[in-house]
């Protein structure tokens, strides 16, 4: 796309704005549009955000009106961006100038995390409704259907597809009109709560808002594409930035628009806060500190009253799922203190700071890590695996938290004693009276399925093994299930949220047999993904069904990978029990390991990139 419309001269030579737009258009050649971007950008000075897909662009960028102007004008030049909406406002120069970021993704904005969730074709998307329509809809004198329509009389029901961050600081509110706001962490997660609300949507006249438009756009077309008792599905075409253009005074909508640039949110003429402390309840709605919750990362409202530094805060979903900052280590005068639920307002914090927001990211905030669990082998510990898995954590630093823990199941320490020159048998009495074997010295060890014969009663002690390795000892571990998946659900509770679950060796198979169950335990674990390192199935119930619909990664030794603890063959029969369409094999030649070099580390970023 060249850049040789003419262009006109604005009378805001030196004032700065910001322009945001999208379009949904089938692009062939993602190469030349992605240099025209670089190109223009750069040679405009524009910073901001261009995201380029197959399906599309959406762009947030600013600089100089008259450098956006010029940037308008070059992409208007392409029949390809025929009837976009480009919003441009003026606002004052950011503090912080970033270049430009031009990230590739398959998709404009991520529906939902769930590759098993087919996109709906935004073709299907809801009918746009001008500012001035919406208002009059909202009103109730305006017709939103044909009159022909078997619903034309059945309710109507604005939904907010925004997260909740935003809604806490402004909303539509309009008497006698059911509003729903979903108060979602993430636009990802809008699909299950639509699917959960399905009931209360069917047969109604829904009107979605968002802030410029992009996410009605996908939303609508998923409810729509539920079929009959969906049809009625409308969106308000330029978001609440182009409502708030047309209404000035807010209209119906009250509060603040949340923005994804380093304004962070524009209000209306109304004076009105409808947003309030997380802390004291005062009112309040600036996220300009970027207070976060220590858990989920999420922004929250705090007061400059109640605002301490390095204070870790819990967000109200966090708080909902039980989780508060006593469960969060916090030093005082040098020494670790926990803080207790009565010392919560408080939130006096270590010597952890929440990291600040860059200005020009995505949302206007640094992107949420994948919160990964890991379930270590048996007989290991979280420390042991926390080492072995050092360099996975430092190659996927970016992208990924790895969470540690203990399997519930302690086991004896194993050791074999010497063969006497005399006797040639164990004489395991005398060496143990006279070389007792370094006890205080070692860590325990610990498994997620044991033998049936297993003393889960006595006390762990040092225990002769009998007789040499036996590389097939994994087959005959099958008790102790129940008793690691309730402590599971604990872990979730008391550490979650998790995105995913890694386990290696015994730990890929608890966490296969946890994700069999994945539909059941939905309320309690809730993850997306599982990554089965070194993995072999336990013949029990929970694998009798059929194929297993979560996300997985599998990693294992191929052939001659040397791995002579789990067959290749073993790892090849878990893989078969996962759904085809939502499983990744990584064949190795590394052993009984996680391999980090290149090709295996790139494969297994691409399968993590999907769940971000």
């Known amino acids: 796309m060249a850049d040789t419309t003419p262009q006109p001269q604005s009378q805001y030579e030196d004032q700065y704005g910001v322009l945001l737009y999208y379009k949904y258009a089938q692009i062939t050649d993602l190469d030349s549009l992605f240099s025209f971007y670089e190109s223009n950008c750069n040679s405009l000075s524009l910073l901001g955000r261009v995201r380029l897909s197959p399906h599309g662009v959406n762009v947030t960028v600013g600089g100089k009106l008259s450098s956006l102007e010029k940037h308008i004008a070059a992409v208007k030049s392409n029949a390809l961006f025929e009837g976009t909406d480009f919003k441009l406002a003026t606002c004052d120069h950011p503090v912080d100038d970033k270049s430009t970021t031009f ?108 802030t410029g438009g992009i996410r009605c756009e996908m939303a609508s077309a998923y409810i729509r594409s539920k079929g009959a008792g969906f049809e009625n599905v409308f969106q308000l075409y330029g978001g609440i930035q182009r409502y708030l253009e047309q209404f000035p005074d807010g209209g119906f909508f009250k509060g603040k628009n949340f923005v994804f640039d380093h304004r962070i949110s524009v209000g209306s003429s109304d004076p009105n806060i409808i947003g309030a402390c997380l802390l004291c309840g005062s009112s309040f709605d600036d996220y300009s500190s970027r207070c976060r919750c220590t858990h989920c990362r999420m922004l929250v409202l705090v007061c400059d009253s109640c605002r301490m530094e390095g204070a870790l805060y819990v967000c109200e979903l966090c708080q909902k799922y039980g989780k508060g900052v006593q469960s969060v280590p916090s ?38 890590k994948l919160r990964i669990l890991c379930l270590h082998g048996f007989r290991q510990n979280a420390s042991s695996f926390k080492g072995r898995t050092a360099s996975l954590a430092k190659k996927l630093k970016n992208i990924v938290e790895l969470v540690f823990v203990d399997a519930p199941h302690e086991l004896p320490f194993i050791y074999q004693p010497c063969i006497t020159e005399s006797h040639g048998e164990c004489a395991s009495s005398s060496l143990q009276q006279t070389h007792p074997p370094p006890f205080k010295n070692c860590r325990k060890k610990f498994a997620w399925l044991v033998a049936p014969d297993f003393n889960i009663s006595g006390e762990v002690d040092w225990k002769i093994a009998n007789g040499s390795f036996d590389p097939l000892q994994y087959l005959q571990q099958t008790d102790g299930f129940d008793v690691s998946l309730a402590y599971l659900k604990s872990v979730f509770s008391q550490k979650g949220p998790f995105d995913g679950i890694l386990g290696f060796s015994q730990g890929a198979a608890m966490a296969a047999l946890v994700s069999a169950q994945q539909e059941r335990l939905k309320s309690e674990m809730d993850f997306r993904f599982v990554i089965l390192c070194s993995g072999f199935a336990i013949k029990l119930a929970e694998f009798e069904c059929q194929a297993i619909n979560c996300p997985s990664l599998h990693i294992f030794g191929s052939d001659h990978g040397k791995d002579r603890q789990i067959a290749n063959q073993a790892s090849r029969d878990l893989a078969s029990l996962f759904d085809d369409g939502c499983s990744v094999i990584i064949e190795h030649d590394s052993g009984h390991i996680i391999p980090t070099r290149s090709p295996y580390i790139d494969e297994i970023r691409n399968f993590l990139h999907r769940f971000l």
């Not at 590739?104 to 299907?124: M, R």
């Not at 670790?336 to 270590?350: A, D, F, M, N």
């Not at 200005?359 to 640094?366: A, D, I, K, V, Y």
Request: charged letters at 25%.
């Open 103 to 210: 990230p590739y993704s398959q998709e404009l904005v991520t529906l939902s995390s769930d590759p098993l969730l087919k996109s709906p074709e935004i073709s299907n998307a809801g009918r746009h409704l001008s500012a001035a329509e919406f208002h009059s809809a909202l009103q109730g004198t305006g017709p939103l259907i044909e009159k022909d329509s078997p619903t034309c009389n059945e309710d109507l029901v604005l939904l907010d597809a925004r997260n909740l961050y935003e809604t806490r600081i402004g909303k539509f509110h309009v008497p006698n009109v059911e509003t729903l706001d979903p108060g979602i962490r993430q636009y990802s997660d809008l699909p299950s709560w639509i699917d959960d609300k399905s009931e209360q949507l069917k047969g109604k006249r829904v009107l979605m808002y968002c």
């Open 331 to 368: 030093l005082e005068n040098g020494k670790t203190q926990v803080l207790s639920l009565q010392e919560e307002h408080k939130l006096v914090s270590l010597d952890t700071k929440l990291s600040p927001q860059l200005p020009w990211s995505h949302g206007n905030e640094s992107p949420r």
